[in-house]
């Protein structure tokens, strides 16, 4: 499961306002430029990323597996067409190479979700953008990086729980149909058990937050971050 992980590398003891610029800069660079040449620049930023933040790569991939389906799916449907040639290997060539920048970002952003805690991410977001919108921003992240793992981890309960009781002989559309039911019904409880302790807490608008300060460490984080970004306009 992607969630923070407490460690001592470079990557936790980084601002987290610095690893989100890092985090926009290569999203923008990654969509812009789609060359064999900046792929493999992008592959090996991506892979010291992983490396400085200690993200097992293969625990990354298996927790995105759902999502690898989709993007390996993406360039056969894409190549695809409804008259002769009947497949264009051209079309599918250029959504696999938007489908591998795809990946690229998700990897990147699981350096910053294994290495940031949740606390520090809504700090970031609500000093960054002033006001309610900040506010209202920063909350719903928070609440997305707390509520999901706990979902995720419902889905999986749901999902041995059935194996149990032999549901696995039952055929696929029965069984995506229970495990979404019964996920939707779990997702519902969850939330309104969220409201009632948010409500029973006196839940705050700006709570008080940690308090974040830029390091030397940050210096070179913040200027690749804006290399980056600014590769995305060449």
Not at 9 to 22: E, F, G, Q, W, Y
Not at 49 to 76: I, Q
Not at 224 to 232: D, I, Q, R
Request: glycine share 6%.
């Amino acid at each position: 499961m992607l969630t923070y992980k407490p460690d001592q590398t470079i990557a936790h003891r980084l601002d987290p306002r610095s690893k989100l610029a890092v985090q926009l800069g290569f999203a923008a660079t990654a969509l812009a430029h789609t060359s064999h040449r900046a792929l493999l620049a992008l592959s090996l930023v991506c892979a010291f990323v992983l490396f400085v933040a200690r993200v097992p790569l293969f625990e990354t991939l298996y927790a995105y597996r759902f999502a690898l389906v989709v993007l390996a799916t993406a360039p056969l449907i894409a190549a695809v067409t409804l008259g002769p040639p009947w497949f264009d290997a051209s079309d599918g060539l250029a959504s696999a190479r938007a489908s591998y920048r795809v990946l690229l970002i998700l990897l990147v952003s699981t350096a910053y979700v294994r290495s940031t805690p949740v606390r520090h991410s809504r700090a970031a977001i609500q000093r960054t953008v002033p006001g309610k919108p900040g506010q209202v921003l920063g909350i719903g992240v928070a609440l997305v990086f707390r509520f999901l793992p706990v979902l995720q981890g419902d889905l999986r309960t749901i999902r041995d729980a059935m194996a149990a009781r032999l549901g696995t002989e039952r055929n696929a559309l029965e069984r995506l149909t229970t495990i979404g039911l019964l996920g939707l019904t779990r997702m519902f409880e969850r939330a309104d058990r969220l409201s009632l302790a948010l409500r029973a807490r006196c839940f705050a608008w700006n709570p008080t937050l940690p308090m974040l300060s830029f390091s030397r460490l940050d210096v070179p984080v913040v200027i690749g971050a804006v290399a980056l970004a600014l590769t995305a306009f060449l």
